[in-house]
């Protein structure tokens, strides 16, 4: 955040006050989602926990382009399946 912060000081103000709870909790859960993954690690194989963890993936594109208004969606939703798929096919095979 320092180069935005150092770019345009007010804006990035504006912005912190704003979304400064969504950045605590971000701030808690992603180390816990972390935590998580590599206690999956010690109860199920890697090739297993290491491909179901990039589902995070699809979860960005689909809330990127819904709540974001990110465009090219539809791009996104066919990256975020190819992923999907990937994940699926390794853990069939």
Not at 22 to 34: E, F, G, M, Q, R
Not at 46 to 75: M, W
Request: charge should be positive; include cysteine; glycine fraction near 8%.
């Amino acid at each position: 955040m320092l180069p935005a912060a150092r770019r345009n000081p007010r804006a990035f103000g504006a912005s912190w006050r704003a979304q400064w709870k969504h950045v605590l909790l971000l701030a808690a859960i992603s180390p816990l989602a972390y935590v998580l993954a590599l206690y999956a690690v010690r109860i199920a194989p890697l090739s297993h926990v290491a491909p179901a963890r990039e589902l995070s993936t699809l979860f960005a594109a689909l809330l990127g382009g819904k709540l974001l208004g990110e465009g090219d969606r539809a791009q996104r939703v066919a990256g975020a399946l190819c992923v999907a798929l990937t994940v699926a096919a390794l853990a069939l095979g």
